[in-house]
């Protein structure tokens, strides 16, 4: 199992709301396409901070090498 945190402070700007969370929707949907039933991915905002969880299960995880 891979597990990774990030947390970032949230700085007072406006966001774009016709654009916000464009990057976020990107990186779930890969995930769903290379990692399906393998990986949880956690998103917590408060007013302060932005986290992501990462979770993966590297045992279910299948590589080919070419």
Known sequence: ILDFWVENKIENHRKDPENSGIGMTNIENRL????????????IETDSNYSVHLNLKLDQIQTSFN
């Open 32 to 43: 769903n396409l290379l990692y399906p039933n393998a990986h949880q991915l956690t998103i």
